[in-house]
């Protein structure tokens, strides 16, 4: 439902009051959220994953991902070395082995990196 199309100073003062009356956006549901972690917890270590599901996305601010940085600095820390290098599993499809991506977790973690 949309409001009535006016002019002049009430058509401010009818958006505002339509967007008063939206119903707010539900929370993401929390099943979906540990199901979303739990994935890449779950996945062997010769399993592939995706940047999507890898790094935060702006498009979806309330899933966590297991790096917390973006896309672009995902692929800088790739160019520079300093992260290992994705899979090209087919022309349209590049992924990161899930084992390669859990060692650099882990040697961030140490310290050793």
Same mark, same amino acid.
């Given at each position: 439902?949309?409001?009535?199309?006016?002019?002049?100073?009430?058509?401010?003062?009818?958006?505002?009051?339509?967007?008063?009356?939206?119903?707010? $956006?539900?929370?993401?549901?929390?099943?979906?959220? @540990? $199901?979303?972690?739990?994935?890449?917890? &779950?996945?062997?270590?010769?399993?592939?994953?995706?940047? /999507?599901?890898?790094?935060? /996305?702006?498009?979806?601010?309330?899933?966590?991902?297991?790096?917390?940085?973006? @896309?672009? &600095?995902?692929?800088?820390?790739?160019?520079?070395?300093?992260?290992?290098?994705?899979? $090209?599993?087919?022309?349209?499809? &590049?992924?990161?082995?899930?084992?390669?991506?859990?060692?650099?977790?882990?040697?961030? &973690?140490?310290?050793?990196?």
């Amino acid at each position: 439902m949309s409001p009535d199309i006016k002019h002049g100073k009430n058509a401010l003062k009818a958006t505002a009051v339509w967007q008063t009356h939206q119903k707010p $956006k539900q929370p993401t549901p929390l099943g979906v959220l @540990a $199901k979303t972690v739990s994935v890449f917890d &779950t996945l062997p270590d010769s399993a592939f994953i995706r940047e /999507s599901q890898l790094v935060q /996305s702006p498009k979806r601010p309330g899933i966590p991902a297991p790096l917390p940085f973006s @896309a672009p &600095t995902l692929w800088r820390k790739v160019k520079a070395g300093t992260f290992p290098q994705p899979v $090209k599993l087919s022309q349209r499809v &590049t992924a990161w082995n899930i084992g390669a991506v859990r060692a650099w977790m882990a040697a961030q &973690t140490d310290g050793t990196v």
